[in-house]
């Protein structure tokens, strides 16, 4: 699960809107997890961490579709307020989980507050630039059209919080990865 989920399976596919509400979608995807974890619990695993969403809001791409859609140059709060309530809702079977299956240890690795930090002081970070991506404009480009050949893309990646419009930069998955070490998965070595 991932902001895939929201933001290519639900915002842009009509049939999926018309079918859930927002909550709903989220129910659902949580219903997924659950199954999914059970299934591989009756398989034998026994440590798991389940990953929250970031705030999906201030990726490239929705900063630009934010201010075409004449909401300014900020982030989609909308979406930051979907990754926040999913979030909630993902710590909430977190808790079930471990209180109704034997043995399991369950973590959420949260990468919302850390990456909204990231955003919005990229500097505290080392990064120049968040607003953009390193690739090509940095506004709705990603995949094949972001490579070392294309004459637009930025010299020096480690400056950028996003590669493409879409994915964060190599330092900051390693930011994020590092935060996410110490501060969840660090429980399964206790």
């Not at 850390?114 to 990603?142: H, N, R, W, Y």
């Not at 964060?168 to 429980?187: A, G, R």
Request: charged share 15%; aromatic share 14%; proline share 5%.
């Amino acid at each position: 699960m991932g902001t895939n989920d929201f933001l290519e399976n639900y915002y842009t596919l009509p049939n999926t809107q018309s079918q859930y509400s927002v909550d709903e979608y989220q129910v659902f995807l949580i219903g997924l997890a659950e199954n999914f974890i059970k299934e591989i619990y009756g398989l034998g695993a026994r440590k798991m961490s389940l990953t929250g969403l970031p705030p999906m809001g201030c990726l490239p791409l929705e900063r630009t579709t934010n201010f075409l859609n004449g909401y300014g140059e900020g982030c989609n709060d909308e979406y930051n307020t979907v990754a926040l309530h999913f979030n909630q809702k993902l710590s909430g079977l977190v808790q079930k989980l471990n209180k109704v299956l034997p043995g399991i240890r369950v973590v959420l690795s949260d990468p919302y507050n850390i990456f909204m930090q990231i955003v919005l002081k990229p500097s505290s970070f080392g990064f120049d630039v968040a607003e953009v991506a390193c690739c090509s404009s940095g506004t709705f480009e990603m995949g094949y059209m972001c490579d070392q050949l294309n004459p637009l893309t930025c010299t020096d990646a480690t400056k950028y919080v996003f590669w493409d419009s879409f994915h964060p930069t190599e330092k900051t998955n390693k930011i994020i990865t590092d935060y996410v070490l110490k501060n969840s998965l660090q429980q399964f070595f206790t």
